[in-house]
C-alpha cells in the first residue's frame, strides 16, 4: 500500500509564505493524479490545486495566483507552494493520489490514498 507523508506545514501571519510536501512511498506516481485537499472544523474538504502533469494543474479560485503546486518525480514528491497567505487559508492541509487512473476534477472520493494531513494557520 503506497503512504503519503506530509509536512511542511505552520503558522505564519497574513502575507507569509509556506512550502508543503508530500512524499509518497513506494513508487513514482507518473501516471496518476495528485491533489492538495484542506478541511476547517464542521466543513467538507476542499480541493486546493490538483496535478496531473506539469502543464496540468487546476486550482481553487480562492488560491489562484496565490498557491503553486508541482511535483518532483525524482523524489516522488509532490509541493503546494502558498504565497500571500490570508487566516481564511488556516486549515489541516492534506494530500491525496489516485491509484491506477489519472483523474481529473474536484471530488475528494475520487482519491483513494490520503496523507495524515498538516495544519496550516495564519494569523492576522
Known amino acids: 500500500q503506497v503512504q503519503l507523508v506530509e509536512s511542511g506545514g505552520g503558522s505564519v501571519q497574513t502575507g507569509g509564505s509556506l512550502r508543503l510536501s508530500c512524499a509518497a512511498s513506494k513508487y513514482p506516481y507518473t501516471a496518476y493524479s495528485m491533489a492538495w485537499f484542506r478541511q476547517v472544523a464542521r466543513k467538507g474538504r476542499e480541493i486546493v490545486a490538483l496535478?496531473?502533469?506539469?502543464?496540468?494543474?487546476m486550482y481553487a479560485d480562492s488560491v489562484k495566483g496565490r498557491f503553486t503546486v508541482s511535483k518532483d518525480n525524482t523524489k516522488n514528491t509532490l509541493y503546494l507552494r502558498m504565497d500571500n497567505l490570508k487566516p481564511e487559508d488556516t486549515a489541516i492541509y492534506s494530500c491525496?493520489?489516485?491509484?491506477?487512473?489519472?483523474?481529473?476534477?474536484?471530488?475528494?472520493?475520487?482519491?483513494?490514498?490520503w496523507g495524515q494531513g498538516t495544519q496550516v494557520t495564519v494569523s492576522s
Open positions: 496535478f496531473m502533469t506539469p502543464a496540468a494543474t
Open positions: 491525496a493520489a489516485t491509484e491506477g487512473r489519472r483523474y481529473w476534477g474536484r471530488d475528494d472520493q475520487a482519491f483513494p490514498i
